[in-house]
């Protein structure tokens, strides 16, 4: 733990009736940093993340945001500190131009006439996707022409858009195929280099884990059992460790 820690989890724990969900996580990521959340089925990954993202409130421990303790009354409060999260299901409307789903309850409107001003959304739009490298017909497609990888990437980039903090992704990269997960896990190498967002991303491909991501942690029915650079470790130890209680 450093004073660098965006969002930092200590002792928290979470049940669902008799289930134990989340048990005694200590769990941070620091600004610039992408630490990856690895486990399986049932480990409490989603569960862990509804908790940082305010879905779920823990049973105990607590949450430090900037290194204040904080309760995240619900996800709209998270959002007002800069917590996003981008769920599988993107929430988008297909039907709408892209500049404007990127714009979602973020219009820009004329004051005091309650006109959009369409043009400077379109400009901004065009601007953040090109300053992370996402390449678009035009931005006033409807998003319904994208393709699931072109989505999740306008996704991310109104995550970022908003001022984010913390970017909580939770499988961003399941049922794509090898090129749209690769332009997501590059715009989150670029997000990475500014320096001032953290994210935290599960995935189930361990080699892209390890690729992308600074460090790593294992979520084990509740628990964290590790926690390592990624740069100290490798694709067959994550394996391993994932395998071994089968091996028992
Ligand atoms: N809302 C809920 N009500 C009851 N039980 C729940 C609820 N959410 C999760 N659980 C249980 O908590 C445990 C952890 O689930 P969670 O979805 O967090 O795991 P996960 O690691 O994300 O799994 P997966 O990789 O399969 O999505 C599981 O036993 C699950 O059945």
Redesign the pocket.
């Known amino acids: 733990m450093t004073d660098t820690d965006m969002i930092r989890a200590e002792h928290v724990r979470k049940r669902?009736?008799p289930?134990t969900?989340i048990q005694d996580v200590n769990l941070h990521v620091r600004k610039g940093e992408i630490l990856g959340l690895i486990?399986d089925?049932?480990?409490?990954?989603?569960?862990l993340i509804k908790i940082l993202t305010g879905y779920h409130q823990p049973d105990g421990g607590q949450l430090f945001f900037e290194g204040e303790p904080i309760h995240l009354r619900s996800v709209v409060h998270a959002r007002s500190l800069g917590i996003e999260t981008v769920f599988q299901d993107l929430a988008m409307i297909d039907d709408l131009p892209v500049y404007l789903n990127l714009h979602l309850n973020k219009e820009l409107v004329h004051r005091p006439l309650p006109f959009l001003r369409r043009k400077e959304m379109r400009r901004k739009a065009r601007e953040a996707l090109d300053s992370i490298g996402i390449t678009i017909g035009s931005v006033t497609d409807p998003v319904s022409q994208l393709s699931g990888g072109q989505r999740q990437a306008i996704a991310v980039a109104r995550s970022v858009f908003s001022d984010a903090k913390v970017l909580l992704l939770d499988e961003p990269l399941a049922a794509m195929g090898a090129k749209e997960g690769g332009l997501i896990l590059r715009l989150l190498m670029q997000l990475k280099e500014r320096g001032d967002l953290a994210i935290i991303l599960i995935a189930h491909n361990y080699s892209q884990i390890v690729d992308v991501c600074d460090r790593v942690n294992l979520?084990q029915h509740g628990t964290i059992t590790f926690d390592k650079a990624s740069k100290d470790t490798s694709v067959a130890e994550l394996l391993d460790l994932v395998h071994a209680e089968y091996r028992l």
């Open positions: 669902f009736g289930v969900a486990g089925n049932g480990a409490g990954k989603s569960t979520l």
